[in-house]
């Protein structure tokens, strides 16, 4: 089988907080002290895979700060040179050397500057897509659907653009593979990169921390709960599977745990 590298690339950071995102409410009392000041600044990755002569993306990432404080959560920011294009051409990339972009899910912070990537070809969960483009309201910040009422109007940035629509698990070529991974959004994906170290599971925003995967004895939860969520039972058993698949929690690379911004600090490339 065809083995990649994994460049981790971080472009930006969303400011929250562990009881609205990280932790189901009835495992706060196992994570968050009381009276504790829960805000977290989750980093927004995306994956770099090379192989097979290709430069895929998984995910491109997050809006610059003005849109991402502006629109979806307050105290988010961009640092200069944190684009993806910017990251991109830090590793000699050029965006047109983009050969094919995989989404987790088509949320506005995986998906910024796709414009950018004329040459891609974009693949994604058929369902998700469907939903995307006629989200209910409640998800419409979510999408950035243009029936948001504000002004500048804002679009979602594959607007136009032609996908690849995949109907569960399939191939995407032949070492890259995805499996459905619903209950975040209505058909998140989980992208599977195989390189010479063994498998790694992109899992985007399916956890929000590495503790997600751990058990809470005291509830007889298998898992720790995510508190942001479209379907908890879908969640629940995407995250189960999740755990049943990845050989091991090294090989699950989430875009929002705090834990990868060690990861992508050090530098390492995944496979080389
Ligand atoms: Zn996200």
């Known amino acids: 089988m065809q083995e990649y590298t994994i460049t981790p690339i971080n472009t930006g950071i969303v400011t929250t907080s562990k009881a609205n995102y990280l932790y189901h409410n009835t495992t706060h009392k196992y994570y968050i002290k ?5 805000t977290i600044h989750l980093p927004v990755a995306c994956f770099l895979v090379q192989g ?11 809006s610059s700060t003005e849109i991402a404080d502006k629109y ?31 989404y987790t899910h088509l949320h506005w912070d995986h998906v910024y500057y796709t414009p950018m990537f004329k040459n891609a070809t974009l693949y ?3 369902k998700e897509y469907e939903f995307a483009k006629n989200p209910i309201p409640l998800y419409y910040k979510s999408y950035e659907d243009p029936r948001l009422n504000i002004e500048p109007r804002i679009h979602p940035q594959w607007e136009g ?22 209950g975040h959004s209505v058909m998140h994906q989980t992208v599977v990169v195989h390189t010479k170290e063994g498998d790694y599971h992109c899992c985007g925003d399916l956890i929000f921390t590495y503790d ?3 058990p809470v004895e005291e ?10 969520f479209l379907d908890i039972a879908q969640e629940w058993a995407s995250i189960v599977e999740l755990k049943k698949r990845a050989a091991s929690a090294e090989f699950i690379l989430p875009t ?17």
């Open 219 to 228: 509830l007889g939860y298998e898992i720790t709960p995510p508190s942001r």
């Open 161 to 182: 653009r032609d996908f690849v629509l995949l109907d569960g698990e399939a191939e995407v070529m032949d070492g890259i593979w995805v499996y459905p991974s619903p």
């Open 52 to 62: 097979a002569g290709k430069k895929i993306l998984v995910d491109t990432g997050m």
């Open 124 to 126: 994604a969960q058929r």
């Open 34 to 38: 009381p009276g504790e000041d829960d």
């Open 212 to 214: 997600n995967l751990k």
């Open 256 to 272: 929002h745990a705090p834990e990868m911004l060690d990861l992508i600090a050090s530098g390492r490339i995944l496979g080389e």
């Open 72 to 102: 979806h959560h307050p105290g988010s920011v961009q640092p200069e040179g944190y684009a993806i294009h910017e990251q991109l051409k830090k590793l000699g990339i050029s965006c047109d050397e983009i050969t094919d972009i995989v």
